[in-house]
């Protein structure tokens, strides 16, 4: 049994050898093709791009990628008033980490404006979501007198 196994493994190994080598393709290649393809469609959505020739997100540009990639997420965890996604928003946004619940509760009742913004029309609608959002957490800090 064990020199069934032996040899299995063997083949198993060498197969899988084979199977790299004569594919032609690399796992760097299929990773460069996967970030190329969404540095692409986040360039070509805002219309210029959001990132440094490092790959990093460019100053001010945070919300703007975080509303791009999790736009779908994000406006369901704003329908229900709560979430990982929307705390995370709220800080972008600058929101107080002890003003995060009641951030969260105000831009739900901006629900029914955010979902009606086409943010895949570029920048302009971009910003208009976040603006919105914004308001709603500007206007969830309580002011002191």
């Known amino acids: 049994m064990i020199q069934i196994f032996k040899t299995f493994q063997g083949l198993a190994a060498f197969g899988v050898f084979l ?14 093709t996967t970030t190329d393809a969404t540095s692409e469609f986040l360039s070509s959505t805002s219309g210029k791009s959001w990132w440094t ?10 919300a703007r990628v975080f509303v791009a990639t ?9 329908a229900q008033g709560h979430g990982e996604y929307v705390q995370a928003f709220g800080t972008i946004l600058g929101v107080p980490a002890h003003h995060q619940a009641h951030f969260q509760e105000s831009i739900q009742d901006e629900y029914s404006v955010l979902v009606e ?29």
């Open 19 to 32: 199977l790299v080598m004569s594919s032609g393709c690399t796992i760097k290649a299929t990773l460069d």
């Open 117 to 145: 913004i086409p943010i895949s029309l570029g920048d302009d609608q971009l910003n208009r979501f976040i603006g919105h959002a914004r308001q709603a957490g500007i206007h969830s800090i309580p002011s002191t007198l």
């Open 53 to 62: 020739a490092d790959g990093l997100v460019k100053r001010g540009a945070h």
């Open 70 to 78: 999790n736009h779908d997420i994000l406006l369901q965890e704003i």
